[in-house]
T-cell receptor, first 113, second 112 residues
């Protein structure tokens, strides 16, 4: 168990809908990262938050947004969902903004029908 | 310049054999090279990592070999076991650039 908690484990929704994925980092970790994993694209970095502030941005669509709350949990919001958004979404956490050592949660499997 | 290229895409090794997975990177600012192991239905788990000040790091049956001049690094799994069957990802990160750039993964199958 990595200590990173993601909910829900599975999400099934329809095109055009909006969903929220939640991540609780390991105790004491200040950085949260979001990744998308699809069959043909591997692990793609979406966005990083450090202690409530956006730190780095990757290939995140404008329809997607994230935030990190004062208690350090993070949420990834996906809106106007398309079939191609179906994927595994992982959250990872690390101790500081300078630590590369990331611990991953078990992921949320999103199915857009 | 941010890419990490991983090969092979899939690998079948006999039990007891050596599994070798290779990665190459382009950005010389990378200075942290981890390998992650992922089982079906689970998140990636950190297996072993290396920084470029050493050419090799060994932890049990797992060894990372690092060639700075060639910008390549590889994972060797000695005495491969069926329980090692998983997908392996290499990654690269840099000081001050905390995000990791992942390779595309290698699905390893160990057969009896």
């Amino acid at each position: 168990d990595s200590g990173v908690t993601q909910t829900p484990k599975h999400l099934i929704t329809a095109t055009g809908q909006r969903v929220t994925l939640r991540c609780s980092p390991r105790s004491g970790d200040l950085s949260v990262y979001w990744y998308q994993q699809s069959l043909d694209q591997g692990l793609q970095f979406l966005i990083q938050y450090y202690n409530g502030e956006e730190r780095a941005k990757g290939n995140i669509l404008e329809r997607f947004s994230a935030q990190q709350f004062p208690d350090l949990h993070s949420e990834l919001n996906l809106s106007s969902l398309e079939l191609g958004d179906s994927a595994l979404y992982f959250c990872a956490s690390s101790k500081s903004s300078l630590s590369n050592i990331q611990y991953f949660g078990a992921g949320t499997r999103l199915s857009v029908l | 310049q941010q890419q990490v290229k991983q090969s092979p895409q899939s690998l079948i090794v006999q039990k007891g054999g050596i599994s070798i997975i290779n990665c190459a990177y382009e950005n010389t600012a990378f200075d942290y090279f981890p390998w992650y192991q992922q089982f079906p239905g689970k998140g990636p788990a950190l297996l072993i990592a290396i920084r470029p000040d050493v050419s090799e790091k060994k932890e049990g049956r797992f060894t990372i070999s690092f060639n700075k001049s060639a910008k390549q690094f590889s994972l060797h799994i000695m005495d491969s076991q069926p329980g090692d069957s998983a997908t392996y990802f290499c990654a690269a990160g840099g000081l001050g650039n905390e995000k990791l750039t992942f390779g595309t993964g290698t699905r390893l199958t160990i057969i009896p």
